[in-house]
């Protein structure tokens, strides 16, 4: 798994260049692989209602890092979206592209940080390993039984 200030400047390629080209500036904050599959994450700052889905535009950004990502070696799986909060994932598969491995997009909410959260470095940290665990809790139904 990769953050994205770890990620190569041209692991995504913008659909637009300018005239002179300049560095990509379209990155996932994570790309994690295991074996060829590849999941695309991003994390958003606003608040979503858990009954609704993504607004258009989170959609089409996961939408074209799901065509974009230049690995030869693997294939996206999926794109998820984590949003501050509680509810329950939602997913939906996307549909009319012609995409061999059907893609899908999931929404995740995670407990935004409170105070308390960040008052000391092992409060911090605490903080940081519950919401890994319950991001990875959330997703584990996405990734298929081999």
């Known amino acids: 798994m990769l953050a994205q200030a770890?990620?190569?400047?041209?692991?995504?390629?913008?659909?637009?260049?300018?005239?002179?080209?300049?560095?990509?500036?379209?990155?996932?904050?994570?790309?994690?692989?295991?074996?060829?599959?590849i999941w695309i994450a991003d994390a958003k700052d606003k608040s979503v209602p858990s009954h609704t889905p993504p607004d258009r535009g989170d959609q089409y950004q996961m939408f074209a890092y799901t065509h974009l990502l230049a690995d030869p070696n693997g294939t996206v799986e999926c794109a998820v979206l984590i949003y501050p909060g509680i509810g329950a994932i939602r997913s939906w598969h996307r549909g009319r592209d012609g995409?061999?491995?059907?893609?899908r997009?999931?929404?995740?909410?995670?407990p935004f940080?409170?105070?308390?959260?960040?008052?000391?470095a092992s409060a911090w940290d605490a903080y940081l390993d519950q919401t890994a665990a319950q991001f990875r809790d959330a997703v584990k139904p996405l990734h298929p039984t081999p």
Do not use: E, F, G, Y
Request: charged share 25%.
């Open 99 to 103: 995409a061999r491995t059907p893609v």
């Open 6 to 37: 770890t990620l190569p400047t041209d692991l995504v390629s913008d659909p637009w260049v300018r005239d002179p080209p300049q560095p990509n500036q379209s990155r996932p904050d994570i790309v994690a692989w295991q074996d060829r599959a």
């Open 113 to 120: 940080p409170q105070p308390i959260d960040a008052r000391t």
């Open 105 to 110: 997009l999931a929404t995740v909410r995670i």
